[in-house]
């Protein structure tokens, strides 16, 4: 199988090339015969990579360890669930499923786009298939899947077959962690359709409304991938990691959060151009800068400049992608600063407080996001270069840096929503935000004397129920006007509003879990640990919480040993269950990992860890930590999730122009054929 | 070269000698050794310094059973702690003993300095900008108000002009 995977990968570089290069020369002699060859080269391409995927999968499956990958990410007690996603926990087949999810972005840009923008096409491929030839170079030529192990003898290198593999790293030996990687890249990859039909645009000066129409999709989709991505990740660490947290700005965190800020700014900033025609050269920029950040993250996490407890492991792939870095960077501006020309604002601003100012300084926050958490990533290495000495910038820079950032782009957040477009006046500025105001200032006055004195998470949740209160009352006042004007009952109103305008209400509804997101972080202000060492019989006393250690077990798997302690809970008198926490050791790995045990509640979670065996005493140690509103992060995700799926589905205006505009392009096809 | 010979024995000689002193390993003091309030004492530096086993956490929360480097820290802290030196001159002897890379966040002294004052000079930066941006846009027309229109490259506008025939 490792043959007939090299070969379905080298045929996949083949056709990467021929259909980038044929792809170009399609645009520019605009040959429609040429274009159908670059198309079905996307297929190839996507049919090529397909089978070199199904031959690790295989290898893994069949436990080939002749297959170096193989035998250092599986091993024959590896369950079936985490023998399929082993696929990406290594470098090697990480790199192959990224260029193989890459061909499916591309065969479903050229399948959607049969009919449509076919002077645009030419270059989409050509682009995206260019960058699909890195990938597929890099797979092949420095991280290939298919080697196979070796061992030295008398006669030269001889095949060798181990009888076991060394296993999957058992951090990632966890539900989550099937969908978070692919997710991650599912993000990380489809930023390279809306940067190639950025380029393309560029290329053809096509550089009206369409590109930008097309690119929002395109866009949305990677952002609510990585989005989900990222959450999913913050789970996994809640759950694995056993330190109490879910995100501490480690830099292969911080790299993925940078492309999917740059995105939210472009995301927002399209409006813009949209409607009034505005900030055309700075959305080639932000899409420029997505797409660049999105294979920065992806060579951080690679290059091993950086130390992170998630980075693969050090090689020398990291200088073909800073090169790779260098040659997006040149190739994008240098078509960017040609073509500016062409991106002249269409209109100006007709008063400084506006929808389109609000977009303004929305991007300016997110801008500035960018920046703190890029300047706070790569400040180490910096500082190395400058002073020779290596620096930690961990939670407490960025905790001290980002909080203010947020709760300005949490403001934002509702207050941009309210403000009308080209200019508002100062009665609808009073009658849109007396109500969200008085909210925020009651919420305000209720928390401190709740308690709430530390000024972070008190600004936060105020300013939470400020943009809850302007989310909610727009869907409520365009139900009641609705309900007016239609006679419709109110749920109805409802429903009706939000699928005539999917794109705006949609964004409400990501407004929404973003609160919901800020409702969660706040809670990180009011944490608690406690430690304890525990025997069958022994109490330990949380805050209000009685845990009770009934036993503790001792037992084997095929594929790791584990300790559980079953403890039984009650809170304020009241028994709510009983928590096992266990500690496994990987054979195979020769690793220790956590599985903390979650009594979870919307007010807070009750995280218990099993952290070791106090070798004094012999007892468990057992840390309990109480995470209050931890769960808002998790639906705040689920929320944005929702929001983003609903702001994809087109609206019925939508739905009806683009029947109008297929009607009118099959009568233009006919004419021109007959 | 007998000279340099003799150099480098020297420098190997003093290194020899005062590396152990500098780089002592910590006294074998527990935690259990402290009282009450002095184990509070510690867990609080704990979670201010860095665990330099590669874990990229603090010594409080990192996630490794056996882990020397967090055991060697913890020790190290409860002796200072026994010695009666307050939190701040026990995270100082750290630093001198580990280097700056203990601490989670760089100290705001020299190059570091930067670290901590470019975000908020970016912010500041891009606040001025935005706000110049749109008063500019506010002043000046837009380019295609009727007085300047945007260039169109011939070849589009010959597909323009297909495009219209084709549709009539």
Redesign the interface.
């Known amino acids: 199988m490792n043959q007939f995977g090299t070969i379905a990968l080298i045929a996949g570089l083949a056709f990467a090339v021929y259909g980038a290069v044929v792809g170009a020369v399609a645009g520019k002699l605009r040959s429609s015969r040429m274009l159908k060859s670059a198309e079905r080269a996307v297929v190839a391409f996507f049919a090529s990579i397909t089978l070199a995927i199904i031959a690790v999968e295989y290898n893994l499956l069949t436990n080939d360890f002749h297959s170096a990958y193989v035998a250092e990410h599986s091993n024959r007690a590896l369950r079936l669930l985490y023998k399929i996603p082993a696929l990406w926990s290594g470098q090697e087949g990480s790199l192959l499923f990224w260029t193989w999810l890459l061909s499916i972005y591309v065969l479903l840009a050229v399948l959607l786009n049969r009919r449509k923008n076919r002077q645009l096409m030419p270059y989409v491929i050509s682009i995206a298939l260019a960058v699909g030839t890195f990938f597929a170079s890099i797979t092949f030529f420095l991280a290939n899947p298919f080697n196979r192990l070796a061992e030295t003898s008398p006669n030269g290198l001889q095949p060798f077959t181990p009888a076991d593999g060394n296993g999957l790293n058992p951090a990632l030996q966890y539900h989550s962690m099937v969908i978070h990687p692919p997710m991650l890249y599912l993000g990380y990859v489809g930023f390279v359709i809306p940067f190639a039909f950025a380029m393309s645009a560029l290329i053809t000066?096509?550089l009206g409304d369409n590109w930008i129409r097309v690119t929002r999709r395109w866009t949305m989709v990677p952002w609510m991938f990585l989005g989900t991505g990222i959450l999913l990740g913050a789970n996994w660490a809640y759950f694995v990691?056993?330190?109490?947290?879910y995100w501490?700005w480690?830099p292969v965190e911080n790299a993925s959060l940078l492309p999917w800020l740059a995105a939210t700014a472009f995301l927002h900033s399209v409006m813009i151009q949209e409607k009034r025609?505005?900030l055309k050269v700075w959305n080639m920029v932000l899409i420029i800068l997505t797409f660049f950040l999105s294979i920065f993250g992806t060579f951080l996490t690679r290059s091993g400049i950086i130390?992170?407890?998630h980075a693969f492991a050090q090689s020398n792939i990291g200088s073909y992608f800073s090169v790779f870095l260098g040659v997006i960077a040149a190739f994008s501006l240098t078509l960017l600063f040609l073509r500016l020309?062409?991106l002249?604002?269409?209109?100006?601003?007709?008063?400084?407080i506006s929808r389109e100012?609000g977009f303004?300084?929305n991007?300016?926050i997110l801008?500035?996001a960018v920046?703190?958490v890029l300047?706070?990533t790569i400040?180490p290495i910096l500082?190395k270069a400058?002073?020779g000495?290596?620096?930690?910038?961990?939670?407490?820079?960025f905790d001290?840096?980002m909080v203010p950032?947020g709760l300005l782009l949490l403001l934002l957040t509702g207050a941009g929503p309210l403000l009308a477009w080209r200019k508002t006046s100062f009665q609808s500025l009073k009658r849109n935000f007396t109500l969200p105001l008085i909210v925020a200032a009651v919420a305000g006055i209720l928390l401190y004397v709740g308690g709430v004195r530390k000024l972070d998470p008190w600004m936060s949740l105020s300013l939470c129920a400020f943009v809850a209160a302007c989310v909610l009352g727009e869907f409520y006042k365009g139900a009641r006007t609705r309900m007016k004007t239609a006679g419709e009952h109110f749920i109805q109103a409802l429903y009706n509003l939000t699928m005539k305008n999917t794109r705006r209400y949609g964004g409400y509804v990501i407004h929404l879990g973003i609160v919901m997101l800020f409702v969660g972080f706040s809670g990180l202000a009011f944490k608690s640990e406690t430690q304890g060492l525990m025997r069958p019989g022994d109490i330990l006393q949380a805050d209000g919480y009685l845990l009770r250690c009934e036993n503790i077990t001792r037992g084997q798997t095929a594929n790791y040993k584990y300790t559980t302690v079953s403890l039984s809970v009650t809170h304020h008198g009241r028994a709510i269950g009983v928590l096992k926490p266990q500690?496994r050791f990987y054979l195979a790995s020769q690793q220790?990992i956590?599985h903390v045990a979650v009594h979870p509640s919307l007010a807070q979670d009750l995280y218990v860890v099993l952290?070791?065996r106090d070798p004094?005493t012999g007892k468990a140690v057992i840390q309990v930590f109480i995470n209050p509103l931890v769960e808002w992060v998790w639906i705040g995700g689920i929320v944005m999730f929702l929001g983003t799926l609903l702001a994809l589905v087109p609206s019925r205006a939508e739905r009806e122009i683009a029947e109008i505009r297929r009607k009118?392009d099959l009568?233009?096809e006919a004419?021109?054929a007959g | 070269m007998r000279a340099k010979h003799l150099i480098l024995l020297s420098v190997i000689g003093i290194a020899l000698g005062v590396a152990p002193a500098a780089k002592a390993a910590p006294s074998s003091v527990t935690d259990?050794a402290l009282s009450p309030a002095q184990q509070r004492e510690a867990k609080a530096i704990g979670g201010q310094v860095?665990c330099l086993c590669?874990?990229?956490?603090t010594v409080n929360?990192c996630?490794?059973?056996?882990c020397s480097m967090k055991a060697q820290e913890k020790s190290f802290i409860a002796a200072d702690i026994k010695a009666g030196k307050p939190p701040r001159t026990v995270i100082q002897d750290l630093v001198l003993h580990y280097?700056?890379?203990?601490?989670?966040?760089?100290p705001p002294r020299?190059?570091?300095l930067t670290?901590?004052m470019?975000?908020?000079f970016?912010?500041i930066v891009?606040?001025v900008?935005?706000v110049d941006?749109?008063?500019r846009?506010?002043r000046?027309?837009?380019?295609?108000?009727g007085t300047?229109p945007?260039?169109?490259?011939p070849k589009?506008l010959a597909a323009i002009e297909e495009?219209r025939k084709?549709?009539e």
């Open positions: 000066r096509q990691l056993g330190w109490g947290g501490g480690d025609g505005m130390s992170s407890v020309d062409y002249k604002s269409e209109n100006r601003l007709d008063s400084v100012s303004l300084f991007n300016w801008l500035a920046f703190a300047w706070g400040f500082s400058v002073e000495v290596t620096v930690t910038v961990g939670p407490p820079f001290r840096v950032i500690k220790p956590t952290a070791g004094g009118k009568v233009v004419e021109r | 259990a860095n590669g874990c990229l956490t929360r996630p490794h059973l056996h280097g700056v890379k203990i601490l989670p966040a760089p020299g190059f570091n670290a901590w470019l975000p908020g970016g912010l891009g606040l900008v935005a941006l749109a008063r846009w506010r000046h027309p837009a380019a295609t108000d300047n945007v260039p169109l490259d589009i495009e084709s549709v």
